[in-house]
Structures are given as C-alpha cells and as structure tokens.
C-alpha cells in the first residue's frame, strides 16, 4: 500500500511559470514532510521541509502549501527555471515509537522539465 | 558538494563475484542508511544503522550484507547477486532524534551485474 500519493508523473512547464506537484497521505501520525530535489546522476537532496502544525513555509521560490483536513501538501515553484529540471519526491516520515529513529515514505515522483 | 562520499560511483560485476560499496560521512551523525533506487522510481531501504548497530533491514536478500565498522563509514557487501539488483545504490545518514525526515544522501553507486 503506498503511503504518500504523488501526481502528477511528469511535468512540463515553460520558463517563468509556476510548477505545483501534489502530493497526499492517510497516515495522520506522519509528523515531518520533506521534499526532496534530484538530478540525473545525483543523490536526492533535501529540498524543503514542513510540520503538519504549519500551513504553509516559503524558501526562495520554492513554497509547502499543507493542508492537515484534507492529508494534502503540495509544491510550488515559482518562476520555473532550466535549472529546476528535476525530478521531485514528496515524502513523509513517523517516528517509531520508543526510538529516535523515524520511517520515511517516498512518492512516486514528479520529473520537471523547464522549457527555456 | 556532499558530505556523504560513496565509492565506487559505478561498478560491473559477474553474478559470481564478490564486491563491496563503501560510503563515509564526517557530519556526526549516528544513523546511516542504505537505498536502492530503480530507474524511475524512488528509493527503496535496505538498511538502517543507529549508533553502529543495526536497526532495521526491510527483508533484503542475504546477497547483500550491511556492515558498520564505525561512526562515519558503513559498506555494502555484494555477493551472488542477480541482474535484477542492477540499480542505483544510496547511502544516507541522519541524527538521531533530530527530523525523522531529514536524511543526506550520496551521490549513490551505479551497479551493474551481468
């Protein structure tokens, strides 16, 4: 069972639009949702991140919009650039219980291309 | 650059050979783990070693053997492997008790098995 939906699958959009990436989950006892960036080639890197008692948080152009009633967060990415061609996972993580070690779920991911 | 190191970045092997995957980390953090990433796909966890000792292995094939020497290093012993295990493997770490979510990965070995 997928934890963490993620749509959609592929994404094109033209420089200097906006990109969002949607991404949803049942687990209310998922307390910390990352996003992560990668390039071909590359690790995935930590993008961004929220707490499920934010509902929204903004780092340059990249902005978490979350929505704890419906289990739903999303990306958005402002003035798309060439260089944000990527591909984009969402994911969501729970501590197990008695440990300090936490459990992350990963989307399906999103790959964004950004026509110049 | 990161600050998780992985080596080798890309290795070939027979099905009957044996090889290793190292990776090191110089953050302090006290968790590590391995990922294998398909094509396409996001990663999939191996293994999770907290403070050297093992804490998780999500029923990987006893073809792949985690090893935690210490702190900072963790490798991936390869033996008998398929080639279906062709893919890109992740090495990660965290702090214990910091976000549960926020992992630093690798660049990440490319395996290929023939």
Known sequence: ?116 | DTEVTQTPKHLVMGMTNKKSLKCEQHMGHRAMYWYKQKAKKPPELMFVYSYEKLSINESVPSRFSPECPNSSLLNLHLHALQPEDSALYLCASSQPGGSTGELFFGEGSRLTVL
């Open chain 1, 1 to 116: 069972q997928q934890q963490v939906k993620q749509s959609p699958q592929s994404l094109i959009v033209q420089k200097g639009g906006i990109s969002i990436i949607n991404c949803a989950y049942e687990n209310t006892a998922f307390d910390y949702f990352p996003w992560y960036q990668q390039f071909p080639g590359k690790g995935p890197a930590l993008l961004i991140a929220i707490r499920p008692d934010v509902s929204e948080k903004k780092e340059g152009r990249f902005t978490i919009s979350f929505n704890k009633s419906a289990k739903q967060f999303s990306l958005h990415i402002m003035d798309s650039q060439p260089g944000d061609s990527a591909t984009y996972f969402c994911a969501a993580s729970i501590r197990h219980r008695g440990s300090t070690l936490g459990r992350l779920y990963f989307g399906r991911g999103t790959q964004l291309t950004v026509w110049p």
